[in-house]
């Protein structure tokens, strides 16, 4: 079978994305931090941009308020507590990888309200969560490219049993642009490592959230690509945001 499947649902391997992930732990470096998470190893300057654009369009669409109980699922080491450490009342971050939420750990060590946890996005749920539920904001970033359909929807399905009753979540993911396309354990030169992933696309993402999300009384407020052209280096992909409310 080749290493690029398109159109076809095929699943890819957990542990060679856990072992990906974890030798990004690796790449981390101070003075540009988000490299490890957003990649573009050879031009910091283009993941440090992508990470400005995104909190430019996402911060005014999600009205934080200083009572907002936050969850970031997939946070990496810290990427959003950055922008919202002091300006919501509670910050929890969790991921896979253990060795990223140490990073953040260390990274916000004494900042009040802020904490971190590894763990699956697919173990998201109110009975696993060490700072517990309700949230009134889910942010999930960059997460679903790595796992399969079915835990996919379970991360849906949790998240929607960790919110309260008025809620907000801003899902950000890679798309396929014309069709679905999976990389499994193609060999990436710019990541020096093996890489999977799956790029669903925007229509895929809206068909899940609504039989999950949809059924807890969740709307997709507004959805749209994330980059403009001067930001984005990919023909088959792009970065695509939707902005999910209840009760508002």
């Given at each position: 079978m080749s290493n690029r499947i398109v159109i076809e649902k095929v699943e890819i391997d957990e542990n060679a994305v856990t072992k990906f992930f974890e030798e990004r732990v690796t790449r981390y470096d101070e003075k540009h931090p988000v490299v490890?998470?957003?990649y573009q190893d050879s031009n910091p300057a283009l993941a440090e941009s992508r990470d400005q654009h995104e909190k430019s369009v996402a911060l005014p669409l999600l009205e934080i308020q200083p009572t907002d109980r936050v969850l970031d699922i997939g946070c990496g080491i810290g990427r959003w507590a950055n922008a919202l450490a002091g300006k919501v009342a509670r910050y929890h971050g969790t991921d896979l990888i253990k060795g990223l939420t140490d990073i953040a750990t260390q990274r916000f060590a004494g900042t009040p309200h802020v904490t971190f946890q590894a763990l699956k996005a697919q173990d998201n749920h109110p009975d696993r969560?060490?700072?517990?539920p309700p949230y009134d904001l889910v942010i999930i970033?960059?997460?679903?490219?790595?796992?399969?359909d079915c835990d996919c929807l379970t991360v849906l399905k949790n998240v929607a049993e960790c919110c309260a009753p008025k809620a907000r979540i801003f899902l950000r993911e890679p798309v396929g642009v014309e069709r679905r396309l999976t990389l499994k354990n193609i060999w990436s030169d710019e990541l020096k490592h093996e890489y999977s992933a799956i790029y669903r696309t925007a229509a895929e993402f809206l068909e899940m959230i609504a039989a999950t999300l949809g059924r807890a009384g969740f709307t997709v407020a507004q959805h749209a690509p994330l980059l403009p052209p001067e930001l984005s280096?990919?023909?088959?992909t792009t970065q695509h945001y939707f902005l999910i409310k209840r009760g508002l």
């Open positions: 490890a998470i957003l969560l060490t700072t517990p970033a960059g997460v679903f490219a790595y796992i399969n280096n990919r023909k088959e």
